[in-house]
Nanobody, 124 residues
Framework: QVQLVESGGGLVQAGDSLRLSCAAS???????????LGWFRQAPGKERDFVAR???????YYADSVKGRFTISRDNVVNTVNLQMNSLKTEDTAIYYC???????????????WGQGTQVTVSS
């Protein structure tokens, strides 16, 4: 089992920045070096959409809607993944979920483990 706990959400104004963090934990001795870590988001009444993911070697992928504004990073020593969000827009408002999986994918159902989510609200 892998447990994921997000933090860092909140209410900000358009143009502001916010940093989300996700702490991963699992069985004693388990490493996360061969796991892909991703961020998804879900706005009210919409599907859960891919935001960004990062492979164990640091390779990153982003949704077109956040490219150039968001940066995903991971620390394999302390098992965390972060999402730095700059130039936030009102359409970025959603619940953001951290996810972990063994398949390098942008599709939600490919991820095996999910955090509880953290709310990000961007006001105009």
């Amino acid at each position: 089992q892998v447990q994921l706990v997000e933090s860092g959400g909140g209410l900000v104004q358009a143009g502001d920045s916010l940093r989300l963090s996700c702490a991963a934990s699992g069985r004693s001795g388990r490493t996360f070096n061969n796991i892909v870590l991703g961020w998804f988001r879900q706005a009210p009444g919409k599907e859960r959409d891919f935001v960004a993911r990062i492979w164990y070697d640091g390779t990153t992928y982003y949704a077109d809607s956040v490219k150039g504004r968001f940066t995903i990073s991971r620390d394999n020593v302390v098992n965390t993944v972060n999402l730095q969000m700059n130039s936030l827009k009102t359409e970025d408002t959603a619940i953001y979920y951290c996810a972990a999986g063994i398949v390098d994918s942008s599709v939600a159902y490919r991820y095996n483990y999910w955090g509880q989510g953290t709310q990000v609200t961007v006001s105009s």
